[in-house]
């Protein structure tokens, strides 16, 4: 495909049948990205309250240790935001992208606002899982626009400017958590968080047109999509590299889930925990953007599958590490930050391979993918994580687990070859 490839409506023009022109490239782009970026920060802001909101809802009292139940605040959030994804797609595809959008922000804002007066815990979890499922349909759509609109290499070189601004929320999240505990209790945040939609929903509402015309747009038929989920099924390739996000991202949830718990109570990091979250989740920006550079000359199977190697032999010395030292932060911080960042190199590799065989359900595909490396990850995460026993060693020793796991599935999957440049 030639690098002039245009893309599918020429930047701030107007798409047929809209009433308003595209906003210009700088302005979707920070649009997109604040759209993705409503389910990054629904999860990494929460990470410092986790512990004054588990004392509110009654999970422990204030001065116990921590009960590992305080995960679930995040994962009901994560798993609310998984499935739905195979839902939104068919929806915005049959009514546009804009009325689906409005219900997705709408929905956000008051789930927001509702769990601030909770006050039981499950009550709690209820609205946070359906927080994370109009967190779904903003980032669904979202991604959605960016096809209408962009085609090719067009596209993905977008979608790179998108992820470098979006990259910046987990490492910023937290400390904005951190900043309004220290001058609000921790029901602002969700203020917080409501305030972000509403800023989304006016500034989407006010300047986004419609980008799929009237023409474009499909009926739901229950037999066509169960038709395309069937072919990812019967790809080895997809169905192989998704069974292998799934598995190994369980990790990456897994450690976000119990990040609080272990920086405050194993290295006690109550008050700089922010700063250090920040620095792992900055190595994994750091490989996202390293990855950008040198995929096409290295290939996208070399990339990710070195990185398997590597995270999973680094939680191996990590483990046995902290088995025969103990837990020091200034052995844990620098092994687990890179591991951590090995991520960045799976993440979208493994993504761009399972799509690359199915161009024509890619958004079918792209819907499947998101279940597989959300609910699934995040089932797995879950039992990970409600190990956690005042010690690192659960968390790693999952860690090698998941990737040992994920080495057996891509081997499977590409018959034995490893590190090949295609």
């Known amino acids: 495909m030639a690098d002039t490839e245009p893309t599918a409506i020429p930047p701030q023009g107007v798409p047929p049948g809209a009433k308003r022109p595209i906003p210009g490239r700088s302005e979707l782009v920070v649009m997109i990205a604040g759209l993705m970026a409503l389910n990054a920060f629904g999860i990494d802001i929460m990470l410092p309250a986790l512990n004054q909101i588990a004392h509110a809802v009654g999970l422990t009292a204030p001065g116990m240790e921590s009960d590992n139940r305080q995960q679930m605040i995040i994962f009901s959030y994560v798993l609310g935001f998984g ?85 910046v929320v987990p490492i910023l999240a937290p400390g904005i958590g951190q900043i309004v505990l220290l001058v609000a209790p921790w029901e602002a945040i969700f203020l917080v968080l409501a305030l972000f939609g509403a800023i989304m929903f006016v500034w989407t509402w006010m300047r986004l047109p419609e980008t799929l015309p009237e023409d474009a747009r499909m009926p739901l038929n229950l037999g066509r999509a169960m038709g395309a989920y069937g072919e990812i099924v019967k790809s080895r390739v997809t169905f192989g590299y998704m069974c292998a996000s799934g598995v190994i991202f369980g990790a990456l949830f897994s450690f976000i889930a119990s990040s609080e718990q272990i920086f405050r109570e194993v ?32 290939g996208m199977r070399r990339i990710s599958q070195v990185a398997l190697f590597i995270f999973t032999i680094g939680a191996a010395v990590l483990s046995l590490l902290t088995f025969v030292f103990g837990d020091h932060l200034y052995i844990f911080f620098p092994v687990f930050a890179l591991c951590f960042g090995c991520f960045g190199l799976m ?58 796991a994920s080495l057996v599935i891509i081997l499977i999957t590409e018959r034995g070859r490893l590190f090949s440049s295609r």
């Not at 700089?272 to 290295?298: D, M, P, Q, Y």
């Open 267 to 298: 290295f006690g990091q109550t008050e700089t925990f922010a700063f250090w979250f920040a620095g792992i989740a900055g190595t994994l920006a750091c490989a996202n953007f390293l990855n950008s550079r040198i995929v096409e000359k290295v």
């Open 347 to 404: 993440g979208s590799n493994f993504s761009a391979l399972a799509m690359e065989p199915l161009g024509k359900i890619a958004g079918t595909a792209s819907a499947a993918y998101g279940f597989a490396t959300t609910t699934v990850a995040s089932l797995i995460g879950m039992a990970i994580s409600s190990q956690y026993n005042g010690s690192t060693i659960p968390i790693t020793i999952g860690f090698v687990c998941l990737g040992i």
């Open 83 to 167: 499935a739905p994804q195979i839902i939104w797609g068919p929806i915005s595809d049959r009514f546009g992208r804009r009325s689906p959008l409005f219900v997705a922000l709408v929905g956000y804002i008051i789930t927001a606002l509702a769990c601030i007066v909770m006050r039981d815990f499950h009550a709690l979890l209820f609205m946070r899982f359906a927080q994370g499922v109009f967190a779904s349909g903003g980032r669904l759509v979202a991604v959605s626009i960016v096809r209408d609109l962009f085609a090719g290499r067009q596209m993905a070189r977008f979608m790179s400017l998108v992820m470098t601004i979006f990259m």
